[in-house]
């Protein structure tokens, strides 16, 4: 017999676990089902060799307040989220007229209130000083209302309004490739700014014991403890509708019954692979493929044979290598740029228990496209970020016992399908870009009756898991106010 569920839940991403954790937590019986081996999606943990690591270089902003810790807190299971604070950083930027590669070391806790030492590193003049500090107090401070008057504006436009010197603009356009995945030229201001705002205000960069696998396996096992189940390995291949009602799901493991369906597994994927363009009106159809893809950031795990890195976080950028709109198509038709910006972590000067005692793994990432299918590009900006530690920190370099990729075709594979030209690799989900943030972002309600979205496409904000966690708050808050409601009701 079909087994009947309360809602059943596609991907155990980090929006599709907080949303199954609450819902179960609320008395409902969600199903979660994962193609995967485990659930976790892009944060998902990993082992190898006694090393513990994210697949990509991973880090928490907002540090204080992350969607994660309302998730733990309305679990009932606060105690168990254990945030590591990033107290220094080290940056380090090559201004185009420069040789070589200035470094300094950030006090990320007070970089909110003395940006003095991010000044000093791009090289400003007592008066671009000034300029720099009113720009960001401004970002700073900026009340709501004022944040989102600014979705209709692209960060470039907002930054250009002001008298903005050349490094912190290189700076901020790094940022926005190494926060969002996404060019200065595209990326919607309100959501720039409000990462900003948490990192200024809430602090940036933190990490957790255990890594962010150790957060997303105790969301997993929040899940059952609450009554919810979950199936890996299990491939939701079709979600079924009869008359513009969702009923259930077909997967590797046979068929499974609800009357609510909440997808983790992208809205493009979902229209257009999942449910399937006939089930829905043509306009709604156009729209899900006209919405745009976010970029890709790709990823090298350097295993290192002794601890050489120093700080919890790395962030490396010049003039030259940061991705605008123009950079981005030079690279889609193989002109790759000579230097890439280079984020990455080592998470064992976060928790020392992530590495065997003498060891080091470095992850590091870069602005890439997102299309799987792109191999060459990927692999020649895997090159280039050998030669750019090898260039700035050669002790890396020397270290190396061996490494591991992850790229817009892993990515896909491991998290959403492939469903549109170029598609797949994403690095949050849909675009963060005008047009597609604020309240333009998609609903996380579908127009089939039954059927949601969860994740980094609809319902939340802000930097990766957090936007994700916070949509996976939002969303269960809808679905079992839809769920009460037809219940008692009996309408939707
Ligand atoms: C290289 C890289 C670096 C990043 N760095 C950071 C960072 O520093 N900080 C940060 O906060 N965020 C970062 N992110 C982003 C963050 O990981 C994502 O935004 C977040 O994981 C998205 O969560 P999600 O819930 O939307 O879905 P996903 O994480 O994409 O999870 C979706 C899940 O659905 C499952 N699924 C899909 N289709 C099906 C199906 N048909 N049947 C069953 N299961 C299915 C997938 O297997 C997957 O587990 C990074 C991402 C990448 C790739």
Redesign the pocket.
């Known amino acids: 017999m079909v087994k009947q569920y309360d809602a059943i839940v ?8 907080t949303c199954a954790a609450l819902l179960a937590r609320w008395g409902m019986k969600p199903l979660l ?4 081996d485990t ?6 943990g990993a082992e190898r060799d006694g090393f513990r690591y994210e ?7 907002p540090m204080r307040g992350p969607a994660f810790a309302t998730v733990f807190r309305l679990l009932g299971i606060e105690s168990e989220l254990k945030p590591i604070y990033l107290e220094k950083a080290c940056l380090a930027y090559r201004s185009s007229g420069w040789k070589k590669y200035k470094t300094t070391i950030t006090h990320q806790t007070e970089a909110g209130t003395d940006p003095n030492e991010f000044f000093e590193l791009f090289g400003l003049n007592a008066q671009e000083k000034e300029h720099a500090l009113a720009i960001l107090t401004e970002i700073a401070t900026m009340p709501p209302e004022k944040l989102d008057a600014l979705d209709d504006m692209t960060f470039q436009e907002y930054i250009s309004q002001h008298d903005t010197p050349h490094g912190l603009y290189s700076y901020l356009a790094m940022h926005s490739n190494a926060s969002l ?1 996404e060019p200065i030229d595209m990326v919607s201001a309100s959501e720039q700014v409000r990462i900003l705002q948490h990192i200024a205000l809430s602090g940036g960069g933190g990490y957790y014991v255990g890594g962010f696998g150790r957060v997303l396996d105790t969301l997993a096992e929040a899940v059952k403890a609450n009554g919810g189940e979950i199936k890996t390995r ?4 079709k979600i079924n509708v009869r008359e513009g009602q969702v009923t259930g799901v077909a ?1 590797s493991d046979g068929e499974f019954k609800a009357r609510i369906v909440i997808s ?3 809205i493009q ?1 979902t229209v257009l692979k ?1 449910v399937g363009e006939k089930n829905f009106d043509k306009s709604y159809v156009n729209y899900v493929k006209d919405l745009v893809p976010g970029w ?4 090298v795990r350097y295993f290192l044979n002794k601890p050489v890195l120093k700080w919890p976080m790395y962030m490396m950028w010049s003039d030259d290598s940061w991705w605008n709109v123009e950079r981005f198509l030079k690279a889609k038709q193989g002109q790759v740029p000579k230097e890439v910006i280079l ?1 990455g972590i080592v998470p064992s000067n976060f928790d020392p228990t992530m590495s065997p005692p003498g060891k080091q793994c470095f992850i590091a ?1 870069t602005i890439c496209i997102p299309d799987p299918e792109a191999t060459g590009i990927v692999q020649e900006l895997y090159k280039k970020m050998d030669e750019m530690l090898d260039k700035v920190f050669p002790e890396v370099m020397d270290a190396v016992m061996y490494k591991e990729f ?1 790229g817009p075709a892993e ?1 896909s594979a ?4 492939h469903v549109l030209p170029g598609q797949g690799g ?4 849909l675009a963060q870009i005008v047009g597609q943030c604020g309240k333009h972002k998609p609903s996380p309600k579908s127009p089939i009756r039954g059927l949601f979205y ?4 609809a319902g939340g904000s802000g ?6 966690a916070e ?2 708050i939002n969303v269960a808050r809808m679905v079992l106010q839809y769920h009460t409601k037809r219940r008692t009701v009996g309408s939707e």
């Open positions: 596609i991907g155990g991403g980090p929006g599709g676990l089902l994962e193609k995967n659930a976790g999606g892009k944060a998902v697949l990509a270089p991973k880090l928490q902003v995945a299990t491939r939701v291949e997967t983790n597994a992208g994927p999942l890709a950031f790709t990823a984020f990432g992850e990515i491991a998290t959403r399908d994403e690095c949050v989900g969860v994740g980094c496409d930097m990766g898991t957090h936007q994700a949509s996976g």
